[in-house]
Nanobody
Framework: QVQLVESGGGLVQPGGSLRLSCAAS????????IGWFRQAPGKEREGVSC????????HYTDSVKGRFTISRNNAKNTVYLQMNSLKPEDTAVYTC?????????????????WGQGTQVTVSS
C-alpha cells in the first residue's frame, strides 16, 4: 500500500536547524512531485516547498526562501527538507505529500497521498 512517513521534527531554538525526512513505501517516490506543507494551530495549511519529478525543479514559499532546501535521495526513496535559521513562526505540523509530475503551485488538490505529519517547534 502507498504510504508516506515523516520524521525529523522536534524542538529547536530560534536560529537553529532541523532536517525533515519523507520516506515512501509502496511506490517509487522518484516518479512523483513531492511537496511539504505545514499547518500551525488556528491557521490555514500552506505549501512550504516542492520538488518536481520530471525536471527536478524546486519551489519555495516566500517566507522560507533562502532558509529551507528540498532535496531527494533516490536510493533511499526519501525526500528531505533542510530547515535553517528557524524562526518561531515556523512552528507547525509539517506534512509531505505526493502528487503528479509537477508541483502545480502548491495546489493541495493535486497531491493524492499524504503523510501523518511531524511536529516542529521553534522556541527559546
Amino acid at each position: 500500500q502507498v504510504q508516506l512517513v515523516e520524521s525529523g521534527g522536534g524542538l529547536v531554538q530560534p536560529g537553529g536547524s532541523l532536517r525533515l525526512s519523507c520516506a515512501a513505501s509502496g511506490f517509487t517516490l522518484d516518479y512523483y512531485a513531492i511537496g511539504w506543507f505545514r499547518q500551525a494551530p488556528g491557521k490555514e495549511r500552506e505549501g512550504v516547498s516542492c520538488i518536481s519529478s520530471s525536471d527536478g525543479s524546486t519551489h519555495y514559499t516566500d517566507s522560507v526562501k533562502g532558509r529551507f532546501t528540498i532535496s531527494r535521495n533516490n536510493a533511499k526513496n526519501t525526500v528531505y527538507l533542510q530547515m535553517n535559521s528557524l524562526k518561531p513562526e515556523d512552528t507547525a505540523v509539517y506534512t509531505c505529500a505526493a502528487g503528479g509530475r509537477y508541483c502545480s503551485g502548491f495546489n493541495e488538490a493535486g497531491f493524492g497521498a499524504w503523510g501523518q505529519g511531524t511536529q516542529v517547534t521553534v522556541s527559546s
